[in-house]
Structures are given as C-alpha cells and as structure tokens.
C-alpha cells in the first residue's frame, strides 16, 4: 500500500510538474509583437493592422498580439524598414518603394504607368505573381505577409497646374527616399527633394518644395490640400504597400502560428481594400469642397514616354526584366 501510495504521490507530483512546464513554456511563447505604420490612427492601413491583431488574438486564444504603433512612432519609413530588418520592429507596413534598395523586386512595383489600372494591379497582387514577390523579401531579413492598396500616386503643386511634363520644369518635388523615384522627378524636368514623410508639411508651406505626390487620401488626410491646391490626375504609379515581419521576430513562431499571422494578415488586406475604396472617394470629394483645382485632363503617354528610360536602368535583363513582362502580360 505505501508503494502504490508513493506511486499516485509521484504520479500526482510529476502531473503538476508537466501543468507548471506547460504553462511557463506557454507564458514563454506569448508575445506582444509591435508594428509600425508611419499614418495616422483613422488610415486605413492603421486599421487593417488592428484588424490583424484582432484576428490573432481571436485564433491563439490571446497568447499573442499586435501592438500598432502608428503616426510615425517608431520613426520614418526608411527608419522603420532598417529597425525592421534588425529585428528590432518586428511587423511593419512601408511603401514598397523604399524597400527597393534591399529587395529589388520591391522595386519593380514601384515604376511608372507598369499596372493599367487598378484591377491589372489586383490580379497581379492577389495571383502568383505577388505571392512571388512576397516570398522574394526572405533573402533580405524580412518575411512578406500580404500587399495593402495605396491607390494611384499624382502630383500636386502651390504653383500651377500639371498636364503635359513640360509643367513640371524647374518645380521642387518632394519624392520618397527612393533613387528610382528620384530618377524619374529628373526625367520629368523637375528637382527631387527627398524629404521624410513628415517633413512635407513644413516644406510646403515654407517653399522648400513646390509640390508632391501621392495618393487621394494622404493629399487630403495630411492637409497637403490647404497648401498646394494644383492637383494632376498623373497617376504615375500605382505602388502597394507591404506588410512584412522581422525574420527573428519570425524564426518565434512555431509552423501553426505562422499560419495564423499569415492568414490574418491576408484577411486584414482584403479589409484594407474595402475601406481604401470608400476612402477615395471621401478624400476627391474633400478634396474639391477645400478648394483645390482638379486637373483631370493630363496626357498620360507623354508622362509615360518620358519616363521610359528608368526601366534601362532599374531593370536590368534577366530575372527583373523577365519580371515586368509577365506582370504586364497578366489580362
């Protein structure tokens, strides 16, 4: 009797011992994971990143989650992209254009008149193609989770209005910190001024630049609108944004949570899609009610022409090259 009771003692002991391991080596593999956004709480991107943290809150019972640091918290785009890759922010939404300088694929999404239209650019994105270029990121230290829409990228001046790329000579725009794009302001006849995201304001309004460019509802969101009222249906690119994850940050999650943060974030895009379109049209609509001159009779192939010249540099032949002739083939 002593045997067997010294038995269910150790049975007993060795029972808790397991239940004390589980739910230390649970408590270890909870983590409040922090993402970065440069936008504001209201943008869209914002809340599909809560939307993200919702949903993997809701599928791991709570064991992780997202913190969003938004407004340019954690710093810049490029800043956040370098702390990113470090490890030191461990989900981040950018551009994909300033990803260009560490994933060249990234690149190829950012040049002029490549998508015709909205839907070429969500076939493109939502196909292999994307799925291509997201696990593309692996090689550089980040892990691609999913595109959000940006919208058509146009230009906006205090100066004049933009329809043909004659207007633009001798204006200062400011463009992302981005080589390609600073090529392509030149091609136009115009001065690229690289300039923070958060840094446009002031430059407007105190002449270090003449304009930017950008989509409807950061022209409106930013009150660029209230400063260079000259808008110019350009669209010169159609650039996504791109939301990736730290490879350490990554390398922390076993296969069944990898799934669910890829998952949700997949899910938090097509929200994104969805708010970015009614997001839009409030933002023309804004935009008119303040006052700004809406110039939507620009001649797009003399922009498109004069521009070709980035593809030269920025693409080479091979893989790159090979790249923007499947995008553009995809019907």
């Known amino acids: 009797m002593r045997a067997c009771a010294r038995g269910a003692v150790l049975a007993v002991l ?24 440069t936008q504001t709480a209201d943008y869209p991107t914002v809340q599909a990143l809560l939307t993200m ?15 969003v640091f938004h407004s340019r918290q954690l710093g810049e785009e490029k800043e956040t992209i370098e702390q990113t890759r470090v490890g030191a922010i461990d989900i981040n939404r950018s551009s994909t254009a300033p990803f260009a300088s560490f994933v060249p694929e990234a ?21 292999p193609i994307g799925d291509e270029i997201l696990a593309s990121f692996e090689a550089y230290g980040f892990v691609g989770l999913a595109f959000y829409d940006s919208g058509a990228r146009s230009f906006y001046n205090t100066v004049r209005p933009i329809r043909v790329p004659a207007d ?18 030149r091609l136009l006849g115009a001065e690229a001024i690289a300039l923070p995201y958060g840094q446009v304001t002031t430059g407007l309004s105190t002449g270090i630049v003449d304009g930017a ?24 690119t159609m650039t996504p944004e791109v939301l990736v994850m730290s490879a350490r940050a990554w390398a922390a999650l076993d296969a069944a949570d990898r799934q669910i943060f ?19 049209g409030r933002s023309r609509a804004a935009a008119r009610g303040a006052g700004a001159v809406l110039t939507e009779g620009v001649d797009k ?26 995008i553009r083939m995809v019907e």
């Open 14 to 37: 060795l029972s808790a011992v397991v239940l004390v391991w589980q739910v230390l080596g649970g408590a270890a593999r909870a983590r409040e994971f922090r993402a970065a956004d």
């Open 53 to 67: 943290d919702r949903l993997v809150r809701e599928r791991t019972g709570g064991r992780h989650s997202i913190k």
């Open 107 to 127: 690149g190829v999404l950012a040049l002029p008149y490549l998508f015709r239209s909205v839907e070429h650019l969500h076939k493109v994105l939502d196909g």
């Open 168 to 185: 633009m000579a001798g204006l200062r725009i400011r463009v992302q910190q981005s080589d390609q794009m600073i090529d392509m302001i």
């Open 213 to 236: 460019e950008n989509n409807w509802p950061s022209y409106v969101s930013t009150d660029h609108v209230k400063l260079a009222r000259f808008h110019s249906a350009t669209e010169h």
């Open 262 to 280: 890829r998952q949700a974030a997949r899910e938090s895009a097509l929200y994104m899609r969805q708010q970015w379109f009614e997001w839009e």
């Open 301 to 326: 192939k003399a922009f498109a022409d004069a521009v070709a010249p980035l593809y030269e540099r920025f693409v080479p032949p091979g893989r790159l090259r090979d790249l923007v002739e499947r």
